[in-house]
């Protein structure tokens, strides 16, 4: 089992950073990514940034420029820096882990997901 676990979210002011945090936990596991996404009330889950092992960040274009995604691959961690932060980045933001695990001899790859931490950034 992989569990994923986020923490940072709460409210700002438009124009204000926050920074979230992820940590990832389990046995006999490799994370091959680290993800953000957010969904916002009505609207489906977007994906917001990833960071995969080749160590290239990709960003949503609508948080380009503002948010930065880091990796801490040691500790199995991982955050989401949002600056300038606007009241449409108000959302749940959950953090996923792409992970390879083995049980045995068994392979077993899959995306492990945290709780969401809430976002709302008032204007």
């Known amino acids: 089992q992989v569990h994923v676990v986020e923490s940072g979210g709460g409210t700002v002011q438009a124009g204000e950073s926050l920074r979230l945090s992820c940590a990832v936990s389990?046995?006999?596991?490799?994370?091959?990514?680290m993800e953000w996404y957010r969904q916002s009330p009505g609207k489906q889950r977007e994906l917001v940034a990833v960071l995969g092992n080749g160590g290239t960040p990709t960003y949503d274009d609508s948080v380009k420029g503002r948010f930065t995604i880091s990796r801490d691959n040691a500790k199995n961690t991982a955050e989401l820096y949002m600056n300038n932060l606007k009241f449409e980045d108000t959302a749940v933001y959950y953090c996923?882990?792409?992970?390879?695990?083995?049980?045995?001899?068994?392979?077993?790859?899959?995306?492990?997901w945290g709780q969401g931490t809430r976002v709302t950034v008032s204007s």
């Open positions: 996923a882990a792409d992970y390879r695990s083995y049980v045995g001899d068994i392979l077993s790859v899959g995306r492990a």
């Open positions: 389990g046995s006999s596991f490799s994370i091959n990514a």
